[in-house]
């Protein structure tokens, strides 16, 4: 029986999952949490063999949750479901040590095939994204911009552009404050703009041409 976590911030994605899993014979739900540090209090005292996690978490984002889990749970698999763009985000969370990446749109049967892929030791992605990289294809200019993103740009973009600080994203990532500042200034380079309010409004335009 795999023991499965579920991490959202959202009860009634938490609920219909348990839900859907709850005649499973071979998935069982063993917890559900609500933030990025519930995952890392949870596993320090129970056993799991897989965590299902929103990217978008309160307290540890989603990155942030797969850098701890890679460094002192190596044996935990985790996969992201996600209403984020697979395009821009797919990527940077397997290179960040996640073994999966689904878009929430997706139907049960395929949340359970990646469950049971990852469990078998596979990487879950889907087919589109899956042949894109196969081939080296990357047809949207979103998508491009992203994947050149090292994992911890990944990382710092998306908590500014959901309106972090950088005084949190230095206390989120374990970083200092300075580091923060100079993650930001790459940023700015790469999407050549001068500030903030642009910085943040060229990557949301980024994920817009998905």
């Given at each position: 029986m795999i023991k499965l976590l579920i991490a959202d911030n959202h009860p009634i994605t938490r609920k219909g999952l348990e839900v859907l899993f709850?005649?499973?014979s071979n998935i069982k739900i063993v917890a559900s949490v609500d933030n990025g540090e519930a995952i890392l209090e949870y596993i320090k005292k129970?056993?799991?063999?897989?965590?299902?996690t929103e990217a978008d978490l309160p307290k540890l984002n989603g990155l942030t949750v797969l850098r701890y889990l890679k460094n002192d749970y190596p044996d935990v698999k985790t996969i992201i479901l996600s209403a984020q763009p697979e395009e821009v985000y797919a990527v940077n969370a397997i290179k960040a040590g996640a073994h999966g990446y689904i878009h929430k749109s997706v139907n049960v049967i395929t949340i359970n095939e990646a469950i049971l892929k990852v469990n078998?030791?596979?990487i879950y992605l889907s087919n589109d994204l899956t042949q894109q990289l196969a081939f080296g294809n990357r047809v949207n200019k979103g998508g491009?911009?992203?994947k050149k993103l090292s994992t911890r740009e990944a990382e710092v973009l998306k908590?500014?552009?959901i309106g972090r600080k950088n005084k949190e994203i230095s206390k989120e990532l374990?970083?200092?404050?300075k580091t923060?500042?100079?993650y930001k200034a790459r940023l700015m380079r790469k999407l050549k703009v001068t500030n903030l309010v642009d910085l943040v409004s060229q990557a949301k335009l980024n994920e817009s041409m998905l």
């Open positions: 709850s005649a499973s129970n056993p799991v063999d897989i965590i299902l078998d030791g596979g491009s911009f992203y908590l500014l552009t374990n970083i200092n404050e923060v500042s100079t």
